[in-house]
């Protein structure tokens, strides 16, 4: 009986953060386990080496399975103290992590069963804290649990690239890793400081609310609200709204909920499949405001930056009625959004009913005290520059975590000298988190400093580093460093589609993202699989490029999966590496960056030597002296041709990712 | 039927020029002159429907160019001009065709001639069918290529490899003009239909676009553009020195390209601009002015040439200079009739003497050949034939339509109307003389060639004997037949084709020409050929004497040498293009600028900067830690900045250091 209410009461859905409570659990659980079966002297000191990597995968595969099982909608309104958000974006970015984790993890797993054995179970360890520590980073509504993520995961860092105690080079750049580490935490806390002196708070709600009212009394058109400007569609709504807004108010005030339920996922469907006019006021209100916002503390600030719009009608009497209607029509249809397919079966329609009646309480609660907080803010009440510098050290804390050009050389140092799986994680595993975060920082937050002052630097960083990744590789011979270059190349591509600052440019950054890290996945699994048949126990971590040169004799398929891998890097057009990259220089061009457009298609241009080089040495070179390779197993050989193909499938019919993040930044914006 | 009326030769390149190794020479000849033929009866039809019976056919083949600004159609305009161009082209081209077979019967590459003939007449039909004025460009630069590839066909030939680069070069400014013209009209009209220009023509009578920083009414603007491509294609005074020099090809090429058909493409382009010409009277006393020029210069100077074809070629520039006078004095019509005749009579001369050089063993200098008649006793009869037409022999082909022209030109009764009458009129003089020196130079005196060469002519009763039957019948009759359906006194067989403004029409006017002025250009005509006739048969000592006299000498070198046309070319243009070319655009800007901005200079820095980049790294955390608070402080500080220089940087100061850039990084190697 008395399970059975617990488990009512605590129902699995509504725990917020129940993957990484869980997660976290097992992972004490887990180092518990490990450390006491390792080093068990009756046991003889087992060697815990396949196992590990299995409950590691375990492990992140049940988080992934709890992550798809969470009801996000639920969770927001029990958050903790607004420290965490969950919200699409993050559903989805950690969807994306966990996956890709597991597929990391099963990559190294069977790669390490070729290497000599040795007792290395707190990698999975460390693994699996890390992955948590980007978990909590793509749900941080707050400056303090950002910091928190990012240490959580870096000090993982740091102990993995220096895990292999015998090699100096990894000691060397697993403290290089730590210092650089140090320096960017320095930055953030500075950062965080200075803006928490300035305005108050760190939570980014709160910031983004006190940017929305600042702006308020210069503006007229803001009244939309600061995040709303992205979207064109809203831009033609808001126009329509003036004309439109007298004859259509009654509607929705007279609609009955089951009219309004079905009028609702109407008009959903029209604002997904085609931008088109809104027809009413409600339509427009929804979608400007509540079918993006769903965690509850937005539907109050939202509420105060519309109600500058309906100013007049405010004073009149059924504003009571219009409140409720207005609530729960924005939460069905954020409820709605959570579809992957907007049909809605009866069991969701039943638990929105039931959940509505939740809602009409707490929006009659929040309408009390709405009132007082309308007074907009003053601009001479706070010093907007030192804002904006607080902000921009937190950004750079973050560029010297993305390695973003003239903050990137400690990268080229750690990923040459760590050990070659760490350094995979590394390049393919933790920029999606950080860029989450710089997102709810630039484009939620700081939106308008962003936009006014630290654009044009955005841009020129991302510019620098695709200079520097592309001009930087020319002259390298060892394969982590051109892959190290090439990174940061594709970072700069990122934070170039980032810096245009609209919906298109973000959801192209994460679009790019998901690619990349799928091809960056299939590259590096191809260069962990690459074992050379003579010398199994002298094993060098660190290939050359000459390496690679009778590949193709000694395993075509792999050659031509690695060649293949390598034109999706650069960029060639049947693979979807071409896609994305067209999408950035799109994007960059829509938004009239026309300068940093050309010089990066410029620069992309010259990138492509080292990956058409690396294709030369593979296929054009006509030596007989070179290094053979051990054919690889099964599952290897499954795992890799899975992840070369996804990546001419993707171009085809690329709709899958995009649709999930299509979904996760309009929801989110 | 309209549509294998163009495609036929086609056709026939296409088999004979790319299978032509298979089907032999007698295949190829036999394929391309039948598809002639056909052509040629399909043209007659078109003539009966649309010349006769006066119903003119529009067809629509396909699409060519559709964007958003420009829509080009593959389009095929059939009117009363269209098809006179049809038929002469047709007929002229199958004759020759004909006269190929044997003429170039001993020529291992006869295929490929015949195909290239083919070639050419598809592109003449194009120009002349043509519905737009990039589908006539395609054409014009169609014919361009086709007269290149058949001077030049002999390739072997300095000579031939000489004339035909001028002709391609000279006719390149006229080109040049062309396009400007049309790009004119693009930009001002937005379109280049015939229709749709003739339709707007009328509204831009009075509107003025900058030019040069200039401004110039648009229709003079086109119109004179207009007219100096047709300079530079049918060898008016100043862009005329390609054609003599063209005679270095194959005589059947000379008559068909440099006689009858292409050259004549200026004219059939200023007579189809009749509605812009109408409307921009300016330019059409240009017009008159050069023709008429070019009408009296290119007699002068045929008077005192010794190469059989290049008299001819001068005659034709001369002919080529009545036309144009005509049209620029608004007797479209006369124009057009001129050419046509003009093509058959000329074409007739240009076959003659082509049967003359073979007879003579490959000679073409009229002092070595004399006595002919006897030995080929039917080519003298077509050459006289011929000559006579070209005389304006009374009730022959040139009759007709060059006094016709005289009289109209006088019947202007305008200074330019009269400054043509008079120089054609002299002209007619000349080209009387010089005709009849032709004729008797080469068949009636005392022979002055070698006894072995002499001794074996002959003439053959073959394709030649045939061709030149079917040209002599219509260089008789055609003026005579044709005369009041073309431009006999308030005729519309040009209906719409041809556009005269009311204002310029002035058919009556030259009813009311002195008897004087009206005979005066006849007379003057038989006047000369029998003096010609006279002197060069009876009394040539006072020639000899006249020309070794000091004034004969200067005169005679002055004519011979061609006004020094070429001399002054040669030395004012020629050597100066020379030098720029290869100091300024070859050395200074190809290889110098280009080349230090594209791919040396590209690379070069490329891998400087690889090679800096590598430098940078040096692994100590000193300088990367140095590096990032540098450029913090520097972005913030660019920041303040920002305010001061905002307005002061421009964008395009960026591209000009990034230029400097470069220069900068190879100058240092």
């Excluded at chain 2, 014919?143 to 031939?160: D, H, P």
């Excluded at chain 2, 074409?347 to 030995?375: T, Y």
Aim: one cysteine or more.
């Amino acid at each position: 009986m008395m399970n059975q209410e617990l488990f009512q009461i605590y129902h699995l859905k509504e725990m917020s953060l129940s993957a990484e409570l869980f997660l976290s659990c097992s992972i004490l659980q887990f180092t518990f386990y490990a450390v006491s079966t390792a080093y068990q002297r009756r046991a003889g000191f087992i060697i815990l080496n396949q196992q590990v990597y299995y409950i590691g995968s375990l492990f992140v595969i049940l988080s992934l399975f709890l992550l798809l099982n969470e009801d996000l909608l639920i969770m927001n309104s029990f958050n903790s103290n607004n420290f965490i958000i969950n919200d699409y974006l993050s559903f989805a970015t950690k969807l994306l992590i966990c996956i890709t984790s597991v597929a990391f993890l099963t990559i190294i797993n069977i790669s390490f069963r070729d290497e000599p054995i040795q007792n290395n179970f707190e990698y999975v360890v460390l693994i699996t804290i890390s992955v948590l520590g980007l978990l909590l980073l793509c749900s941080a509504n707050d400056l303090i649990t950002a910091y928190l993520a990012i240490e959580l995961h870096s000090i993982a860092f740091y102990i993995m690239s220096a895990f292999k105690r015998n090699s100096s080079y990894s000691i060397e750049s697993g403290l290089k890793y730590f210092i650089i580490g140090a320096l960017s935490s320095a930055f953030f806390l500075f950062g965080s400081s200075i803006v928490y002196g300035c305005m108050g708070s760190l939570i980014f709600d709160d910031l983004r609310m006190f940017f929305s009212l600042l702006s308020l009394p210069t503006q007229n058109n803001l009244n939309l609200g600061s995040a709303i400007i992205f979207d064109p569609s809203i831009l033609s709504c808001s126009a329509y709204l003036g004309e439109n807004f007298q004859t259509n108010l009654p509607q929705p005030y007279s609609t009955t909920p089951d009219n309004l339920l079905d009028w609702c996922f109407f008009n959903y469907e029209v604002s997904v499949l085609s931008q088109s006019f809104p027809s009413s006021f409600l339509q427009a209100s929804c979608n400007e405001d509540f079918l993006v916002y769903p965690i509850f503390s937005y539907f109050f600030i939202d509420f105060l930056t519309s109600i500058f719009i309906l100013d007049w009608i405010i004073n009149q009497e059924f504003v009571n009625g219009l409140f409720l209607i207005y609530y729960d029509v924005s939460f069905i249809k954020s409820f709605s959004a959570f579809e992957f397919f907007p049909s809605l079966s009866n069991i969701a329609k039943t638990s929105i009913e039931s959940s509505l009646s939740i809602f009409y309480q707490i929006s009659e609660l929040y309408q009390v005290f709405n009132a007082p907080i309308l007074t907009p803010i003053d601009c001479s009440m706070v010093n907007l520059d030192l804002v904006s510098i607080g902000f921009f050290l937190i950004c750079v804390s973050l560029f010297i975590k993305l390695s973003i050009a003239p903050f990137h050389f400690w990268s080229l140092d750690v990923y040459e000298g760590s050990p070659s799986t760490t350094t995979f994680f590394f390049a393919v595993i933790p920029k999606i988190s950080l860029f989450v975060l710089l997102m709810r920082l630039c484009y939620v937050s700081f939106y308008e400093i962003f936009v006014n002052d630290f654009q044009i630097y955005f841009f020129a960083l991302a510019v620098l580093s695709i200079f520097v990744g592309a001009l930087g590789g020319l002259e390298q011979r060892k394969l982590k460093t051109l892959l190290a270059y090439s990174s940061i190349s594709h970072t700069g591509y990122l934070l170039l589609s980032f810096s245009t600052g609209n919906v298109e440019g973000i959801l192209m950054m994460f679009y790019y993202l998901a690619i990349y890290m799928i091809s960056g996945l299939s590259f590096w699994a191809v260069y962990l699989f690459l074992i050379q048949k003579r010398d199994i126990y002298y094993n060098k971590n660190n290939k050359e490029l000459g390496d690679l040169v009778l590949l193709k004799e000694s395993n075509p398929m792999l050659a031509f999966i690695l060649a293949m891998t390598l034109f999706s890097l650069a960029g060639i057009p049947p693979l979807v590496g071409f896609l994305i990259k067209i999408g950035v220089f799109s994007v960059a061009i829509k938004s009239s960056a026309y300068l940093v457009s050309v010089i990066s298609i410029v620069l992309s241009v010259i990138s492509t030597f080292y990956y058409i080089r690396l294709i030369k040495i593979l296929y054009f070179e006509n030596t007989l002296v070179g290094k053979l390779y051990v054919p690889i197993r099964t599952q290897k050989a499954l795992l890799i041709s899975v992840l070369a193909l996804s990546l001419i499938v993707l171009c085809f019919d690329p709709m899958v990712i995009y649709l999930l993040f299509y979904k996760a930044i309009f929801i989110a914006n | 039927m309209y549509i294998p009326l163009v495609f036929l030769s086609l056709i026939g390149f296409i088999i004979t020029g790319l299978f032509g190794r298979y089907i032999g020479p007698k295949g190829a000849a036999i394929l391309t002159t039948s598809c002639l033929i056909i052509s040629f009866f399909l043209s007659l039809f078109a003539f009966y429907e649309v010349g006769l019976m006066g119903s003119p056919v529009y067809i629509r083949l396909a699409t060519w160019v559709s964007s958003e600004v420009l829509l080009i159609n593959w389009g095929f305009l059939f009117d009363s001009l269209t098809v006179v161009m049809c038929i002469v082209v047709t007929f002229v081209s199958s004759l020759v065709h004909l006269y190929s077979i044997e003429y170039m019967s001993h020529d291992p590459h006869l295929p490929r001639f015949m195909s290239y003939l083919s070639l050419f007449t598809f592109f003449m039909l194009i120009l002349v069918t043509a519905d737009n004025f990039i589908q006539m460009f395609l054409g014009w630069e169609g014919v361009g290529l086709a007269s290149y590839l058949l001077i030049n066909f002999w390739f072997t030939r300095v000579q031939a490899n000489k004339a035909a680069i001028k002709a391609m070069i000279i006719n390149r400014i006229g080109d040049f003009c062309l396009i400007i013209a049309i790009l004119t009209m693009f930009v001002n009209f937005k379109s280049v239909d015939y229709a749709t220009v003739a339709a707007l023509a009328p509204f831009f009578k009075m509107q003025t676009v900058n030019f040069l920083n200039m401004d110039f009414n648009i229709l003079s603007l086109i119109c004179i553009f207009l007219f100096f491509g047709a300079v530079g294609k049918s060898a008016q005074l100043g862009l005329h020195t390609w054609l003599p020099d063209a005679m270095e090809g194959p005589t059947p090429v000379s008559a068909l390209i440099h006689a009858a058909t292409m050259v004549t493409a200026g004219v059939f382009l200023i007579a189809r601009c009749s509605f812009l010409f109408e409307y921009a009277p300016n330019s059409l006393q240009v017009v008159a002015v050069l023709g008429a020029s070019t009408a009296f210069f290119a007699s002068s100077v045929g008077l005192l040439q010794n190469d059989l074809k290049r008299v001819i070629a001068y005659s034709t520039c001369s002919q080529l200079g009545y036309m144009v006078f005509s049209c620029g004095l608004s007797d479209y019509a006369v124009g057009v009739f001129h050419l046509a005749n003009h093509a058959f009579f000329k074409a007739l001369l240009f076959l003659g003497a082509g049967a003359i050089i073979h007879a003579v063993n490959d000679e073409q200098d009229m002092r070595k050949m004399g006595g002919l008649k006897n030995l080929v006793p039917f080519t003298y009869s077509v050459m006289t034939i011929g000559s006579l037409a070209l005389i304006g022999f009374p009730f022959l082909a040139g009759f007709y339509s060059k006094d016709l022209i005289l009289e109209l030109a006088y019947g202007r009764f305008s200074s330019f109307g009269h400054f043509s009458y008079y120089l054609g009129t002299f002209g007619a003089f000349l080209t009387a003389f010089y005709s009849t020196r032709l004729v008797c130079l080469t068949f009636l005196v005392k022979p002055n060639g070698y006894k072995s060469v002499i001794g074996f002519a002959h003439e053959t009763f073959s394709y030649i004997f045939i061709a030149l039957c079917l040209l002599a019948i219509p260089s008789i009759f055609v003026g005579f037949y044709t005369k009041d359906m073309i431009v006999g006194v308030g005729s519309d067989f040009f209906g719409s084709a041809i556009y005269n403004n009311p204002k310029t029409l002035h058919v009556f006017d030259a009813e009311f020409v002195e008897f004087l002025f009206k005979i005066l250009p006849v007379t003057l005509s038989l006047c000369g050929a029998g003096l010609s006739f006279f002197l060069y048969n009876f009394q040539s000592s006072i020639l000899f004497y006249f020309k070794t006299s000091f004034i004969g000498r200067k005169i005679y070198s002055f004519l011979n040498k061609k006004w020094f046309f070429d001399k002054i070319y040669n030395e004012l243009f020629g050597q100066f293009f020379f030098k720029f070319g290869y100091t300024m655009s070859y050395k200074a800007i190809d290889r110098g600028t280009f080349e230090i901005i594209g791919p040396t200079g590209l690379s070069s820095v490329a891998l400087n900067v690889a090679h800096k980049l590598h430098k940078v790294q040096t692994g100590s955390l000193y300088h990367y830690t140095l590096t990032i608070l540098t450029t913090v402080a520097i972005i913030l500080s660019l920041r303040q900045c920002w305010l001061i220089f905002e307005y002061n940087v421009d964008y395009r100061g960026l591209i000009l250091i990034f230029i400097s850039f470069f220069f900068i990084l190879n100058s240092k190697n």
